[in-house]
């Protein structure tokens, strides 16, 4: 059996004793990282498409179940119905077709890029150039994508659900996934006040900024250093 154990969150980690009956004591969180974009990052998007399309959300990662992408035709829906009309970007894996047909279903028209698998710097792009990332995801062991949203300066909507809360603290957005339509009130007031959507974006970058992949470096670091105490100390006791 294992002398440590590495969680990428303290949801995660309980996730494992509960589930597996772990001592907690051999589990140690250390989070996932995420880099800051270059400084000279251009000011106009690499795909040109997405200039036409602002504004719009963007949806990052795969199509599992837990990814709850059933909210995004209700999130569009709602938006609209208040005459916020945003358009939707996609990057990962495509849509269901029947996803699709019930964005195309809202009215005015909804506007739909699906990028499939992209490069890092129009990924980078992606994020820099939206109005917001919808996370709503029923289950997540860490979110990456939340991280990723907040250090390029798109504020996070996402769910109150797993390890999400954790990773995006008081600098994302929460809606119940109950409740897809409290996540157009979140992005309807991204949209409309611009003060509330830069506050967001600042909150995002300082808390981003605590995830480095230098932190989680050393932190293994200093992990492999405390296994190798333990080995030497089994052997020592031999």
């Known amino acids: 059996m294992a002398d440590l154990l590495i969680s990428v969150s303290q949801f995660s980690k309980q996730v494992a004793i509960d589930k597996l009956q772990l001592d907690p004591a051999k589990i140690t969180v250390l989070p996932m990282g995420v880099s800051e974009p270059g400084t000279n990052s251009p000011t106009e998007p690499s795909i040109p498409a997405l200039k036409s399309l602002q504004p719009y ?8 179940s837990r ?4 909210a995004i035709p209700v999130l569009l829906k709602e938006i609209n119905r208040r005459r916020l009309g945003v358009n939707l970007v996609r990057v990962g894996e495509r849509l269901p077709q029947k996803l699709v ?14 990028l499939g698998f992209i490069s890092e710097q129009d990924l980078s792009d992606c994020y820099v150039h939206s109005a917001a990332t919808f996370v709503p995801s029923k289950l997540e062991g860490f979110g990456l994508p939340v991280l990723e949203a907040m250090i390029h300066g798109s504020p996070v909507i996402c769910s109150d659900k797993s390890s999400l809360p954790e990773v995006g603290g008081d600098s994302a957005l929460y809606f119940p996934i109950e409740s897809p339509e409290q996540a157009a009130e979140q992005l309807a007031r991204i949209l409309k006040d611009n003060t509330h959507r830069l506050s967001l974006i600042k909150r995002g970058k300082q808390r981003a900024r605590k995830y480095s992949w230098e932190a989680h ?9 405390h296994s190798m105490t333990i080995a030497q100390n089994r052997k020592q006791s031999i």
């Open 57 to 64: 959300v963007l949806s990052v990662g795969s199509t599992l």
């Open 67 to 70: 990814k709850n992408l059933e």
């Open 101 to 114: 047909d019930k964005i195309m279903l809202c009215e005015p028209q909804t506007k739909l890029l699906e």
């Open 217 to 225: 470096r050393e932190g293994l670091k200093g992990i492999y250093m």
